[in-house]
């Protein structure tokens, strides 16, 4: 199993609840999604991201398969210009 860690500061932070509906929006419409997490920060520190999004996938080519998955495209397209800055963390668990 392969989790994908995302972490998102939007330049407009009102942004981040959109964020989370349409990341939310991603379960059950792409199949390599096998578990979806979506968090806001609730503290607003100044080293706090936005939002945490984690997905868990069966191997490294079902993190490509969701990635290249239309569905992910099209929240991607809205998401990358209003992300000020992005982590991402890909660790391998036993599932």
């Known amino acids: ?3 994908h860690v995302v972490l998102m500061k ?3 932070r009102a942004d981040a609840a959109r964020a ?3 990341l ?3 379960r059950g419409r ?3 999604i096998r578990e979806l997490t ?3 920060d609730v503290v607003g520190s100044p ?3 936005d939002l945490c999004m984690t997905t868990v996938h069966d191997s490294p080519g079902g993190l490509r398969g969701y990635q290249e998955h239309p569905a992910h495209l099209e929240a991607a397209a809205w998401l ?3 992300i000020a800055a992005r982590a991402v963390v890909d660790y391998e668990t036993s599932g």
């Open 38 to 40: 979506v968090g806001l």
């Open 20 to 22: 989370k509906d349409l």
């Open 1 to 3: 199993m392969l989790t």
């Open 30 to 32: 792409v199949e390599q």
């Open 47 to 49: 080293v706090s991201y």
């Open 80 to 82: 990358r210009p209003r």
């Open 10 to 12: 939007f330049a407009d």
């Open 24 to 26: 939310e929006g991603l």
